[in-house]
């Protein structure tokens, strides 16, 4: 049915809190030709605002809000209250709740302007949120400090023992930190199973995450999650990805080079000790039992025996292990 006039109502409204933030009301009379008509046909008038649509005098507010409401003495007449706002994602905007009570659909578009903002829930871009996470802990043996001239190597300073020189029976530990990336998508189906095999997984090649682009072995993927949800008459699956992101050196087993078996000089006589040969190329090398852990260099001399001469890297070393699986990150990540 026809409309039969449309007006804007004297009285425009405006505030502006202590945060900047400002907010428009504006009140439009519509009148009708049949009391039947529902509140839906007078809300889709062609010349109110659209959702989302600029003030005309304050580009930095959009509309956030329609309201029609039927006159109680003539129910051919509506009024409509139509609020901008420039906090689009604040609760309670233009006297309705924003939030739908759903949390897997409040947690989307949140952030985005406007004019990215998609009303079909499948025509959404990925959601993206970044968190520094625990994702484990590390037993600490020993103070320790960087070498000026090899930033990735540890020199020891100081073992944790007591003034007996005996280990203490619990050590400290320390968190280990890395970056989770959230990621949120919506899709018409599950998870298919492909997903379920890269759980504890590193990449093997670069992945863009949002807006983070990792090189291979950086990212581990750590669950994948979906729900069902139904929204503005589309049901469909919302997707959660959670990987957590560290350099790739962090995600190897790097234990200290230690043991009861390190290069000695040799030696021959009473407590001697049995000597093992040990030969690379032309070159033989004695292994000798030596008494409790020591920490060795990165060609199998003790610390604790050998002095730093100049010649002999006297770093403690670290070995390094590759333990994580890897599998194929799929780019719609």
């Not at 897997?104 to 998609?118: E, L, T």
């Not at 484990?136 to 190597?153: A, H, I, M, R």
């Not at 944790?160 to 930190?177: H, M, Q, S, V």
Request: net charge neutral; aromatic share 10%; charged share 20%.
């Amino acid at each position: 049915m026809p409309y039969k006039s449309f007006r804007e109502l004297a009285g425009e409204s405006g505030s502006v809190n202590s945060a900047f933030q400002t907010s428009y009301t504006k009140t439009f009379l519509i009148e009708v030709d049949s009391a039947a008509d529902s509140v839906f046909y007078v809300g889709s008038h062609p010349q109110l605002p659209k959702l989302y649509s600029q003030h005309p005098a304050d580009n930095r507010a959009f509309c956030v809000s329609i309201n029609p409401q039927q006159d109680q003495a003539n129910p051919l007449i509506w009024r409509v209250a139509c609020q901008w706002s420039m906090t689009l994602d604040a609760a309670g905007v233009g006297g309705m709740p924003v939030a739908t009570g759903n949390p897997f659909v409040d947690s989307q578009q949140k952030g985005k302007a406007p004019a990215d903002r998609q009303e079909v829930p499948t025509a959404r871009g990925n959601d993206y949120s970044y968190e520094s996470v625990v994702i484990g802990k590390e037993v600490v043996q020993y103070e320790s400090e960087p070498d000026p001239l090899d930033p990735d190597s540890i020199v020891i300073t100081k073992w944790f023992k007591n003034t007996a020189g005996d280990f203490f029976e619990t050590l400290p530990e320390r968190d280990i930190y890395g970056l989770q990336i959230t990621v949120g998508r919506n899709l018409p189906g599950a998870p298919a199973p492909e997903w379920d095999t890269l759980n504890g997984k590193l990449n093997n090649a670069q992945v863009t995450i949002g807006t983070r682009v990792c090189a291979a072995k950086t990212v581990m993927m750590m669950g994948t999650s979906a729900q069902l949800v139904y929204e503005n008459s589309t049901s469909y699956w919302r997707w959660t990805h959670r990987l957590v992101v560290r350099p790739a050196k962090e995600w190897l087993w790097r234990p200290i080079n230690k043991g009861k078996n390190g290069l000695l000089p040799y030696r021959d006589g009473p407590g001697a000790g049995a000597a093992i040969v040990y030969r690379i190329g032309n070159i033989q090398k004695m292994y000798r039992h030596i008494s409790g852990d020591q920490v060795m260099d990165k060609n199998s001399y003790p610390l604790s025996i050998f002095p730093k001469d100049g010649v002999v890297d006297r770093v403690a070393h670290y070995l390094e292990f590759n333990y994580l699986e890897t599998a194929t990150f799929p780019a719609v990540l």
